[in-house]
């Protein structure tokens, strides 16, 4: 009877999940239907729009209240998204479009105010949409970058994430420096990357942004400053001097000098050598990342001082190290006769990391994947 009953249970279970799909199943196609639905009247109304703009009326005020009540609703909002999203890959250079864009700026200030007291889902979905389709440079709307400033305060990664990619698509220094400072001071972990990855999309005056970073570079905690760093190296090669004293002083967090030493693998900086081969030269086993990060960027600078320290480094007991020396000696083409030594030595790991990088340049250039 007990087994009866566990099996009549296991029965109802499974029963029960099957029940729970289906329904599940059912329910997100009607969802769909609905959004579809709603994509196709949104897109016959902005269609209609536009065939007014490119007869020289302006968008119809009727139509804007509509998006004014309509949009306060996340689901509407998905499918005014997926109406803009083929006409602004179509038609993205259309003046048309670029004008209606331009007349729903009232619209989308209204709906920034509404959605900044939604939860933060919402509110990041907004801040999505906004990157994606209102914020050109030519669009400068200083109250709704205020309204971008206070979602950078929201404790949510999507949020602050979205609200900085829609700063960035502004081109205002001021404020992406305001964005900057807010999530520096929040509990939410933004990783450097997404950071530095989304400043990179920034459509101002990079100069000057970068100008300003440096000003207030040593306001912000190391972790933000790793992202500023990384974002100036891909940008700008104006800041020798000032990314040479950050590698040269102990002081400076681990993760800032390294940031530093990339730098002169990207931009060559003649006083930079020499800091560069003591660093590949340091046996320390603590400070391995300095050797390889160093071995890596005297790539640039060739020479037979260069060389020797690569050659040396070949023989370091960490992988890391080796492969990073054998990579710059192969970037620099080092002859082979000047290779004999390693290649017929007797350190094992050196001659084969080095013959390894030899093959793997050689099949990439003859257009064969390693």
Known sequence: MRIEFMLYFYGAVCISMLAFNVAYAVLLRSGESRLTRRTRRLTAAVEEQLGRLDQGLPVDSRHLSALRRKLRRVN????????????????????SLQAYLIQLQPCILYLALIYRKRETTQTAYFSYFLSRYMLQQHMPVQSLQDVLLSYMARENLYCRVNALQALCSFGNA????????????????????????????????????????????????????????????????????????LMEDPGQ??????????????????PALEPLLAFAADQDPSRWEYATVSASSLARYPGEQTVEALKQALHSGNWYIRCAAAASLEAQQVDYADLMDIVNGDDRYAREIMTYQRESHRIQKAGVAP
């Open 253 to 270: 967090d681990k993760e800032v000098r390294l940031s530093a030493i990339r730098y002169f693998g990207r931009y060559h900086y003649a």
């Open 76 to 95: 509407n909002l998905t499918a005014f998204d997926r109406t803009l999203r083929p006409l602004v890959l179509q038609r993205g250079d259309d003046p």
């Open 174 to 245: 001021q404020h992406v420096m305001e964005a900057l400072h807010l999530q520096d001071r929040g509990a939410v972990f933004l990783h450097e990357k997404i950071l530095t990855e989304t400043l990179l999309t920034y459509t101002g005056d990079h100069d000057a942004l970068i100008s300003m970073i440096w000003d207030a570079l040593d306001t912000f905690s190391p972790h933000t400053q790793l992202a500023l760093l990384n974002y100036i190296r891909f940008r700008s090669g104006s800041y020798p001097k000032e990314m040479f004293a």
